[in-house]
Each structure stands twice: as C-alpha cells, then as structure tokens.
C-alpha cells in the first residue's frame, strides 16, 4: 500500500465488498492461456498441447503459486467464492478448455466429442496434479506427480497397464 501511495482504508474503499474486491484480483489474474494463444495467433512463440502442459507443470509454477495459475492456487476458496467470482472462474475453464480441444484437433484430428472430453480431463489433471504437488512434503513425490502427470497427458496410452491386486 505504501508503494502505491495509498492507506489500507484508501485501497478498500475503491471496493464495495470483499467479494468485489476478489472478482476484480481473479478477473485480472485470469486468461493467460488466451494471451499466449492470442499472441501466438499474431506470429508469436507457438502455443502447442505439449507446451502448455510441460509449461503449467513446471517446478517454477508449482514454488510460485502467487504468479502462476489462480485456479490451480485457489480451487477450494474459489468454490466457496461468490456468484461474480465464481461466474468469472467458469468462464476461465471454459476457455481453457477450449484452447486445449483446438490444440488437441490440431494436433490429434481427434473427433470433436473426444477432443472436448480429453480437454476437460486434461485441465482437470493439470489444475489437480499442481493443487497435489504444491500439498506434499515429500519433494521428490511433488516431483513424480508432476512429471507422471506431465506423461500421461502427453501419452494418453501407457503401453504398460499396471493393476492392482490388493484389498
């Protein structure tokens, strides 16, 4: 606040709630996934399904919740969030799955109903494979699940099926 030049009571003021004051932090935090591909539709660096889920589980991404993705630093809040906050939070998911479905057709010719489902699966692995390896203590897990996940995704048949055979 002092950086800014204003007082604690200043800032809140310009908000006529707390929720308002949320909506406002997650609208301006969300969409990175629409500037890159934006940006890449303008000649920028290419945006490829492969990118962007070595990119969002990346280590950096997961030691750095505050710069990274606020659906993935989030979640549980956000699902107890207002209806603006939460409104502002679907339509993120719906544009990053979408994203991933036409990253997913260019790269894939998947038909269009299977495209869309491995893209809501896609995010929902991404968004869980951070939330779990931010959760841990066991460094070298936090690692495994990220670069399992990152695999998996990226190789969506696994050609060793392991089963379990416990109780």
Same mark, same amino acid.
């Given at each position: ?30 969409? @990175? ?7 890449? @539709?303008?000649?920028?660096?290419? /945006?490829?399904? $492969? ?11 997961? @030691? ?9 630093? #989030? ?13 502002? +939070? ?45 959760? +841990?203590? $066991? ?12 695999? /998996? #995704? ?5 050609? +060793? ?7």
């Amino acid at each position: 606040m002092k950086e800014a030049g204003l007082t604690v009571g200043g800032f809140y003021r310009h908000f006529s709630s707390r929720y308002d004051l949320v909506a406002e932090a997650m609208s301006s935090a969300l969409g @990175d996934w629409k500037r890159k591909a934006d940006a890449a @539709d303008l000649g920028g660096p290419p /945006l490829t399904f $492969d990118s962007l889920v070595d990119d969002y589980l990346r280590e950096t991404h997961r @030691d750095r919740p505050g710069t990274g993705c606020p659906v993935g630093a #989030l979640a549980g809040d956000l699902a107890r969030s207002d209806k603006r906050t939460r409104a502002l +939070v679907t339509q993120e998911a719906q544009q990053s799955i979408q994203i991933l479905a036409t990253l997913l057709r260019e790269a894939s010719k998947e038909d269009k109903g299977a495209e869309r489902s491995r893209a809501i699966m896609t995010y929902c692995a991404l968004v869980g494979a951070i939330t779990v390896a931010r959760a +841990v203590s $066991d460094e070298r897990l936090s690692r495994e699940i990220l670069k399992t996940v990152a695999q /998996l #995704l990226r190789n969506p048949t696994p050609k +060793v099926a392991h089963r379990y055979h416990g109780r």
